[in-house]
């Protein structure tokens, strides 16, 4: 009989942050847990688990990057709170395990974002007001090639401010569609 086994994962790959699902993928690693399968490590195919006795406990998985002399003092902290560092997706996200009814330790009161998913108001607005204003002086330049009978370089110019018109326009509409407090632009 096999004592290892690999689970694939598809929010948590090595030297990226999980993307969405990886809640659900710790309630996975739960239910493999009692029924007797113990995650040991992080592969590059997925979780690899390893054959024990059943467990009634849950594992939480947290993303930071300590350095690594103060690696020991990160894990300690969760110690102190019950959980127990299991293994490593790369350098930035770690996985705990305790016992079913462990609090949560307070920076997993709330979900993690998925990489991307919060939105910069402030950058958008001045990456769109910066595009807006390249594309005003490209159609005013069409315009002054056109005036000096310069074709190639009026329809060079239009084009690229037409095209810097429709980029910074995207910025807004994101911007406008995204509601103060939500978290992710529209799909």
């Known amino acids: 009989m ?6 694939p994962s598809g929010s948590f790959q090595p030297g990226k942050l999980p993307a969405e699902g990886a809640d659900d993928e ?6 493999y847990a009692a029924q007797g399968w113990h995650l040991r490590g992080f592969g ?3 979780f ?8 009634n406990c849950v594992y939480c998985y947290d993303v930071a990057r300590p350095r690594a002399a103060d690696m020991s003092d990160y894990v300690s902290g969760f110690a102190r709170s019950g959980w127990a560092y299991v293994a490593s ?13 462990t609090p949560p330790r307070p920076n997993e009161s709330q979900p993690q974002p998925a990489v991307g998913a919060v939105i910069d108001r402030a950058a ?9 204003v390249l594309a005003v ?3 005013l330049l069409s315009f002054v090639f056109q005036y000096f009978r310069w074709t190639a370089l009026r329809f060079g110019a239009l084009a690229l401010g037409i095209l810097l018109l429709f980029m910074g326009g995207t910025y807004f509409i994101t911007l406008y569609a995204a509601k103060k407090g939500d978290r992710q ?3």
């Open 89 to 101: 997706c790369g350098e930035g996200c770690h996985f705990f395990r305790a016992a079913a009814g």
């Open 137 to 139: 002086l490209a159609l």
């Open 124 to 132: 958008y607005k001045k990456s769109g007001l910066r595009t807006l």
């Open 2 to 7: 096999n004592s290892k086994k690999v689970i």
């Open 185 to 187: 632009p529209p799909k």
């Open 26 to 31: 710790m309630e996975m690693l739960a239910y």
């Open 44 to 46: 590059d195919r997925g």
């Open 48 to 55: 690899v688990l390893e054959q024990g006795q059943p467990l």
